[in-house]
């Protein structure tokens, strides 16, 4: 007796994210209509992104990826004028504020892909082409049944090496403890990084101090950086 073919649809892929609602601001909203057709790179699954184009030049490229309200990554971007900037981000509202501040201090080196990081990672990021990947404050998904949606795993850090160059570094920090030790027990069993401390680094100076890890600091909370360098 042959056996009924099973014709459940296929679970969709754990996201590392939600979409959240978010109210867009009239300057968050100007910035995103006047300003994305030049900043902001479409979605192109399967073709590499031609960077030298993209940017008008060639330059150490940096990838950040979850900017949030890109405060941290303007100030990065406008203290390194000589880096490339490719931030990764799926909120709306989180793009247009990155936008009306590059508007504002007129940075030139700053692009936005408004999808998914890890697909765009697998279609769009070409192999050895960034020298630094900054991921600041990820959402630590608390909750332990939710643990799985953490970025931070074997498979995904696998998964981006390959796009780093040779002395290139991974540079991440949370203010959530527990997701700080999975960070250091996930990126010290990657045989392809080496860690730049004897455990979490000190805050790097180029990581600038973003209104959310004000807030934190207020609270009383700490805050956890990881640099591993490619080997």
């Known amino acids: 007796m042959t056996e009924p073919a099973d014709t459940a649809a296929p679970h969709p892929p754990i996201r590392s994210f939600v979409v959240r609602a978010g109210r867009m601001g ?6 995103l209509a006047e ?9 192109t ?12 030049r060639t ?11 890109g405060d941290a990554t303007a100030d990065y971007a406008e203290a390194h004028p000589q880096h490339d900037v ?23 080196n700053v692009r936005i892909v408004m999808h998914d990081a890890v697909e765009v990672l697998r279609e769009m990021i070409p192999p050895a082409s960034l020298s630094a990947v900054h991921i ?12 799985k949606r953490r970025l931070i795993q074997p498979p995904f850090v696998a998964a981006l090496l390959p796009h780093l160059q040779r002395g290139g570094y991974l540079h991440l920090a949370t203010d959530w403890q527990p997701y700080a030790e999975q960070m250091l027990e996930v990126l010290s069993a990657e045989p392809g990084l080496a860690n730049t401390a004897d455990g979490y680094a000190p ?19 700490g805050v956890w950086d990881l640099v591993f360098t490619r080997r």
């Open 26 to 31: 009239p300057g968050q909203a100007r910035a």
């Open 59 to 69: 330059a150490p490229r940096v990838l950040e990826i979850g900017f949030g309200m």
């Open 86 to 108: 490719l931030g990764l981000e799926v909120h709306p509202p989180g793009v247009g504020a990155l936008l009306k501040l590059v508007g504002e201090r007129q940075l030139g």
């Open 35 to 43: 300003l994305g057709p030049r900043f902001v790179l479409p979605y």
């Open 45 to 56: 699954p399967g073709q590499a992104l031609a960077l030298d184009s993209v940017f008008g």
């Open 136 to 147: 600041w404050f990820p959402d630590p998904w608390h909750k332990k049944r939710h643990h």
């Open 203 to 221: 805050r790097p100076p180029w990581r600038a101090r973003s209104r959310f890890e004000a807030r934190g600091e207020r609270l009383g909370h």
